[in-house]
């Protein structure tokens, strides 16, 4: 069930984005619940946990954007959506980047656009089983072998690039999703855009990581130190393995 919150100071707003939600979900056949909130302190009190948000950019007290810097401090997955009288430009200085961002008055073409943007990406999450990820990629489902990713990439746009021994696979994802997956593999992400396999790492320069095909991955200079720890973790954990 999809966990949806509405946080507007205006009762009016709330009741008709709520029932165009509610249309949107139902024609979906998809199971939800709405709770809406009039102000972004009542919200943050609650402490819902949720998958979608509706934040109201200009709020009588903590506005929207504020909330939001709120909810990423304990909450990385939900996705926001702002709502806003502000022109569609302005959403691109926002701290806290949107999943979207809706224009007052709200249109229904819009919103559904963005809703039906939102579940491809819900329905579309990872899942690992054993050693396989089965993955929703742009045409169909696969499934990748853990063993043979040798690092994934974010291509944009709530892509992922998986590069493989023996090709490449573009699927949807985010790679914080995928590093949760990946940590029990003993994955590491020595850049915010990648992820690697650290049984196809060759060598570890200073500002790089280079791997048995050859391709170098930046290492961004602030995780330089948890790289290394993580790596040599590995190395001796994978040497204990060998030795048994």
């Not at 939600?21 to 709770?35: D, L, P």
């Not at 690992?128 to 990820?133: I, M, S, Y």
């Not at 993955?135 to 994934?152: A, F, P, W």
Request: net charge negative; charged share 25%.
């Amino acid at each position: 069930m999809l966990r949806i919150a509405i946080v507007d100071d205006e009762t009016a707003e709330i009741q008709k984005l709520q029932e165009l939600v509610e249309q949107f979900f139902r024609e979906k056949q998809v199971a939800y619940q709405i709770t809406s909130y009039i102000s972004g302190e009542t919200f943050l009190v609650a402490q819902q946990q949720c998958d979608l948000i509706f934040l109201d950019v200009q709020m009588t007290g903590i506005d929207g954007i504020a909330t939001a810097r709120n909810i990423r401090q304990n909450d990385r997955k939900a996705a926001l959506i702002y709502v806003s009288n502000f022109s569609e430009k302005m959403a691109d200085s926002f701290a806290v980047h949107p999943f979207a961002f809706l224009e007052k008055p709200v249109m229904r073409e819009k919103l559904w656009m963005h809703l039906q943007d939102y579940l491809d990406y819900y329905e579309s999450q990872p899942v690992c089983q054993n050693d396989a990820l089965t993955l929703k990629g742009e045409h169909g489902s696969l499934i990748v072998r853990v063993q043979d990713i040798l690092y994934l990439e974010y291509a944009g746009n709530r892509k992922v690039q998986i590069h493989l021994k023996q090709d490449e696979k573009t699927v949807y994802g985010s790679i914080t999703k995928f590093l949760q997956l990946l940590e029990p593999f003993h994955f590491i992400s020595p850049h915010k855009s990648y992820i690697i396999n650290p049984r196809q790492i060759q060598s570890v320069c200073q500002l790089d990581i280079i791997l048995t095909n050859q391709d170098r991955i930046p290492i961004a200079q602030k995780r330089q130190k948890q790289i290394v720890a993580q790596i040599s973790d590995y190395l001796h954990q994978h040497l204990k393995e060998n030795l048994r």
